[in-house]
Structures are given as structure tokens and as C-alpha cells.
């Protein structure tokens, strides 16, 4: 069996009135890849912050985050799904443009593959225990 990979990822948890921007892949099932936070891999160069700002960008089609506070590190075993070690950057973002409940979004993995399309909302914080792969794993680090 092959040694399992490591990655640098990154999360964003941004909060708006007491809840979390959340989104679903549009063309998949809740079963299949259930509900996520807006997350992505660290580029080589990229510093952390910076693909947590691009990352949150490319997967819900708003542009006005801001770095609220960096929550923690932690590292996340993707076994068995995929052979993968990640190590988790968090972050609380905050988002400074309106936005409505529910919107459509896609990211378009600079032209490598097709597009991803999601479907972005809000759920209430105490709700968040619904997120898939341990993302949920650092939200009590979010201030009350």
C-alpha cells in the first residue's frame, strides 16, 4: 500500500448574525459529498492566508472577505476516501458585502477541469455539526 500523502489546506469559517456560510456541490448528492466550508489547498508560495481569502473567493463568488482571526491548526487523516494526510489552517473570516440567503456559485479551477457548481447558504451555527471530513473540528474556537 502507498504511504499516504500530507497536504497544506486551508478553511474559512465565516459567520454573519450567528451563522455559517456552508455550501453543497450542485451536480452531487448530500451522501456523496455532504455539506462543506469554503476550503482549499495551499499553493506552493502561498501563505495560508492567502488561500484561505482565494479559496473563499473561488467557491462562493463574493469578493469582500477579511481575516477575522486564525482558530488553529490540526491535522486530518482523509482515510479512506483518499490516501491523504491534511494540515489544517482555520480561519474566521468575515464577510463585508451583502449577500442573500441562498445563491449559485461555481469554481472554474483555472481552466483545468470543468467547472464545480455549489450552492451556498446559511445554517445557524448550532448547526454546523452537519459539515463533512472534520471541518466542523475547530468551531467552538469561534468567538461567542
Known amino acids: 500500500m502507498s504511504e499516504k500523502v500530507h497536504r497544506d489546506k ?3 469559517y465565516v459567520v454573519r448574525d450567528g451563522q ?3 455550501f453543497r456541490h450542485a451536480g452531487n448528492s448530500y451522501e456523496e459529498v455532504g455539506i462543506q466550508v469554503p476550503a482549499g489547498s495551499v ?3 502561498e501563505s495560508p ?3 484561505v481569502l482565494r479559496e473563499a473567493r473561488e467557491e462562493t463568488g ?3 472577505f477579511k481575516i477575522v482571526s486564525k482558530l488553529g491548526e490540526f491535522e486530518y487523516d482523509m482515510t479512506p476516501y483518499r490516501r491523504e494526510i491534511q494540515h489544517r489552517h482555520v480561519f474566521h473570516l468575515e464577510l463585508t458585502e451583502p449577500t442573500p440567503d441562498r445563491w449559485m456559485s461555481q ?3 483555472d481552466g483545468e477541469q470543468e467547472p464545480t457548481r ?3 447558504f ?3 451555527l448550532e448547526a454546523a455539526h452537519i459539515l463533512q471530513s472534520g471541518q466542523g473540528a475547530l468551531l467552538g474556537q469561534l468567538p461567542e
Open 10 to 12: 486551508v478553511l474559512a
Open 20 to 22: 455559517l456560510l456552508v
Open 43 to 45: 499553493r506552493p508560495g
Open 49 to 51: 492566508e492567502a488561500a
Open 62 to 64: 463574493l469578493t469582500d
Open 107 to 109: 469554481e472554474d479551477h
Open 118 to 120: 455549489f450552492e451556498c
Open 122 to 124: 446559511w445554517v445557524p
